[in-house]
């Protein structure tokens, strides 16, 4: 007796692999929700600023002292009125000097709004709490290089 072959069945490789695909976001692709943190030019040359003006950036520097440098930043709730972001940079000794180990860092990204007429939406306000030393707990929330618009530097 043979068996009939439905439809599933029929389905070829390529076809599987294709709607497989198509369905799938793609690996490493930042998720866009029409929301970049602050304005491009934030941090302009001789700064060398990394990270503004983009979309759930992994990685920001304000373009001073190490700990103003962030990487590895995993961001959540992107595009909601307030996205989270945890993340590494150099924490400072007491006393002066820097650890040798990174520590965390929170971020928080609000205030949702324009730095460009015609621009797109920007959080346009940073504020973070670093880890008092390597492991430790995290400290006091303040503004992102005491910055209170990530629109220009000021």
């Keep these: 007796m043979r068996r009939r072959r439905g439809p599933v069945r029929t389905l070829t490789a390529a076809g599987a692999v294709a709607i497989a695909i198509a369905g799938a976001p793609l690996a490493g692709a930042a998720v866009y929700h029409g929301v970049v943190l602050g304005a491009k030019d934030f941090i302009s040359a001789p700064a060398h600023g990394i990270g503004w003006g983009t979309p759930r950036p992994k990685t920001i520097f304000n373009g001073g002292d190490p700990s103003g440098y962030v990487s590895g930043i995993r961001w959540t709730t992107w595009g909601g009125r307030v996205a989270v972001g945890f993340g590494l940079t150099s924490l400072y000794k007491p006393g002066g000097g820097y650890y040798a180990r990174p520590g965390r860092i929170e971020l928080k990204a609000l205030d949702i709004g ?41």
Excluded at 131 to 146: D, I, M, Q, S, T
């Design 114 to 154: 324009h730095c460009d007429a015609g621009g797109p939406r920007a959080y346009t306000k940073l504020v973070a709490r670093v880890a008092v030393r390597p492991g430790g707990r995290l400290g006091a929330w303040f503004l992102w290089g005491g910055q209170k618009s990530l629109c220009r530097w000021q």
